[in-house]
């Protein structure tokens, strides 16, 4: 028994000093809950000028964030509408207000007084083709922006800004 011991002995010795011993560390513990991390959402910045909008893709994708920068001088709006597959924006446009509203599903609104950045944002959902439009009157001031609400019909005299080229395309794919 005492020479198995002294071999043993000798055998770990020889075996530490030649490097066969392997020395591992265990890979770090990941928790069956833990995500990768996620890209943060994109924000597109829509700028508002007066009768069109400016920094809007044809394309986005689900998740995608806008905000608006009215750099125009009167107020404007980006009603975010949500339209069928088939239907030709330029037709589309040439509707009064009402039937736009009618034939499409209002996804969000934000308003922007001249030389200011919407409060919040509009965050993309669903796939599909979206138009966006402003429907406030040519000539609103900014103090009486806020009277306008873009699901009510408009008085049929009065120019809005989407019917003199403010709006816009895109799809979610």
């Not at 069109?52 to 893709?57: Q, T, V």
């Not at 996804?107 to 402003?134: K, M, N």
């Amino acid at each position: 028994m005492r020479i198995f011991v002294i071999a043993l002995a000798g055998l770990l010795i020889v075996s530490c000093q030649r490097g066969d011993v392997a020395t591992s560390v265990s890979p770090p513990v990941v928790p069956a809950t833990a995500q990768p991390a996620s890209d943060p959402p994109l924000e597109i910045k829509v700028i508002a000028e007066d009768y069109r909008y400016d920094g809007l893709p044809a394309t986005l994708t689900i998740g995608t964030q806008l905000s608006l920068r009215n750099e125009g001088a009167e107020p404007h709006e980006l009603v975010l509408l949500r339209v069928s597959a088939n239907t030709r924006i330029e037709a589309f446009v040439q509707l009064s207000q009402e039937d736009m509203l009618a034939q499409s599903e209002m996804v969000g609104v934000l308003v922007a007084s001249p030389r200011r950045t919407a409060d919040e944002t509009i965050t993309i959902e669903e796939v599909g083709l979206y138009v966006v439009v402003c429907f406030i009157p040519v000539g609103t001031e900014s103090e009486h922006v806020h009277e306008h609400q873009p699901s009510a019909s408009a008085d049929i005299e009065q120019v809005q800004h989407y019917s003199v080229g403010m709006y816009a395309s895109f799809s979610v794919g």
